[in-house]
């Protein structure tokens, strides 16, 4: 399976740190399942995620839709949810089920 993530970040809001803390985070995480994690600078206040598996997109995150910003925890899940679901993420799972 091939498993691409983009980051689109607004550049006038200065969310590129945000950006790129999240692809660290993403890159350590699933270092073995990820062909690359891209980061896409736009403006108009965007911030969305997007799991392209096998060449179809599927968006993980908008912040205009889902409201602000992704806890880190739950971004790991659902772009293992696309990109490794067999996958267990440890201690973030265990905290979602409690």
């Not at 809001?13 to 600078?41: H, I, K, M």
């Not at 997109?57 to 679901?85: C, M, N, Q, Y």
Request: proline content about 5%; some cysteine.
């Amino acid at each position: 399976m091939s498993a691409r993530v983009r980051i689109t970040y607004c550049t006038r809001c200065n969310w590129l740190l945000r950006a790129s803390w999240y692809a660290g985070e993403l890159l350590q995480t699933f270092a073995d399942e990820l062909d690359e994690v891209a980061l896409a600078p736009a403006t108009g206040g965007a911030f969305r995620v997007e799991v392209e598996v096998d060449g179809v997109p599927h968006p993980v995150w908008d912040r205009s839709t889902d409201g602000g910003f992704p806890e880190i925890t739950e971004l790991k899940r659902r772009v293992r949810d696309l990109a490794a679901p067999e996958r267990g993420l440890g201690h973030a799972d265990r905290a979602r089920d409690a």
